[in-house]
């Protein structure tokens, strides 16, 4: 028997097969209506068996049926997906079928006990995950957002520069203060029992000061102080002390920036300020920006050791060349990315007439709420204009080697 003969073979029996389906659907349905026993079930179960045996046999049949036909279509892999495709069409179109009519019609249905049996290629076919699956948008309402109520800072590089000026308690709002100026004098040899020469007198320079104020406030409304999760004056009041600290540090670095103006393009340029131009009787800061420091942190000795080293007597915690170094953002002497130090003598070089500090908090009815206000008043000065130097890196055009 050729393949067209099996085929044929097989195609009545299959017809046959499914002709007889309807039929025992018909009577598992009227005998499950009628049961009044157990040996009604008995004989119910018996024949849904017997339907289910039937079904199995159908399926294999055209499975079967199938093998046949890729075998006289000999075209491989193509085919079988194509016969495959054709086959899902038939499994939806019983499906189709079973379903619009309740259950009644179930040629080419397989059935697991009560319910149809779906292939996985036909549950999967036409879905596409990307987008008929469901994400987080899709069910974004019922997706909790956690808030958390405490704010956290923004890091920030922050030194107070007045801790390191000449700080003197300012008690008119204007003033002079006096410098005393270095002096290269030296005393006259003198015999036995001669007259004691003259000392010379001592040289003062006097710094005119004039403090200027500095102040602000903020309403607090007392609704918002009962309501907030964290402890609401704390944080304004963190929040004002921390602009009075940005206005004494920008007052004073205003002050560094008038300083004699130097160039460093490499560490002797440094070495040389340090060394020569500044006098040894000055004690010795760097106030670096972090693009200066940067720099600073890239220097090394002829050995290739890095010259930056930990210190735990300087209050940066940083040394070089046996000065502490002070880290300061760039744009407080001069813009993003400019390089720029102060070296020198910081509390001989300025003066810091401190007027008053206040943060006053009062509670005003009319408004129901609270005020905090926060005031300053000082002024800063240059006091000794050769206590320091205020430096820029270049870029050296000096071939490496």
């Known amino acids: 028997m050729n393949l067209d003969e099996k085929i044929k073979a097989l195609q009545t029996k299959l017809d046959e097969q499914r002709s007889k389906v309807t039929g025992l659907n018909t009577e598992v349905r009227s005998l499950v209506e009628k049961a009044e026993s157990d040996d009604d079930l008995a004989a119910a179960k018996a024949k849904r068996s017997e339907l289910d045996k039937l079904n199995e ?3 294999s049949g055209e499975e079967t049926m199938q093998l046949y036909k890729d075998a006289i279509a000999g075209k491989g892999k193509p085919a079988q997906a194509r016969n495959k495709q054709d086959g899902l069409k038939e499994k939806r179109d019983a499906i189709n079928a079973y379903i619009r009519s309740k259950g009644e019609i179930t040629d080419g249905i397989t059935m697991r006990g009560k319910e149809v049996v779906v292939p996985d290629a036909l549950l999967r076919d036409g879905i596409d ?3 008929d699956g469901i994400t987080s948008p899709n069910v974004q309402p019922t997706i909790p957002v956690a808030i958390s109520y405490n704010p956290q800072r923004e ?4 030194v107070d520069l007045k801790q390191f000026t000449n ?3 300012a008690t008119t709002a204007s003033g002079k203060y006096p410098i005393l100026k270095n002096t290269a004098t030296v005393l006259s040899s003198v015999a036995e029992l001669e007259k004691n020469p003259k000392l010379a007198k001592p040289d003062f ?7 200027v104020t500095y102040r602000g406030a903020i309403p607090l409304s007392q609704e918002s102080i009962d309501d907030s999760a964290i402890d609401l004056i704390s944080i304004v009041s963190e929040n004002a002390s921390r602009q009075k600290l940005n206005t004494t540090n920008a007052a004073i670095s205003t002050v560094l920036k008038t300083f004699t103006a130097k160039e460093t393009a490499s560490l002797d340029d440094l070495k040389q300020i340090n060394n020569v131009a500044l006098d040894p009787a000055y004690a010795r800061t760097i106030v670096a920006t972090q693009s200066y420091y940067n720099w600073l942190d890239t220097l090394k000795d002829a050995n290739g050791r ?3 080293q930990d210190s735990i007597i300087s209050p940066s915690g940083k040394m070089l060349l046996g000065m502490p170094v002070l880290v300061i953002a760039d744009k ?4 993003d990315g400019e390089a720029h130090a102060f070296l020198g003598d910081i509390k001989r070089a300025t003066i810091f007439a401190n007027r008053a500090d206040i943060t006053v908090r009062w509670v005003d009815n009319e408004i129901y709420g609270q005020y905090l206000q ?3 008043r000082f002024d800063v000065k240059k006091a000794d204009e050769k206590a320091g130097y205020f430096l820029t890196h270049t870029e050296s055009t000096t071939p490496k080697n």
């Open 57 to 59: 046999e159908i399926r």
């Open 129 to 131: 995950p990307k987008t």
């Open 155 to 158: 890091l920030e590089t922050v």
């Open 167 to 169: 700080v003197f308690a």
């Open 205 to 211: 320079t006097d710094v005119s000061w004039e403090v």
């Open 306 to 308: 890095y010259l930056l």
């Open 332 to 335: 407080l002497l001069g813009a």
């Open 374 to 376: 926060v005031a300053t």
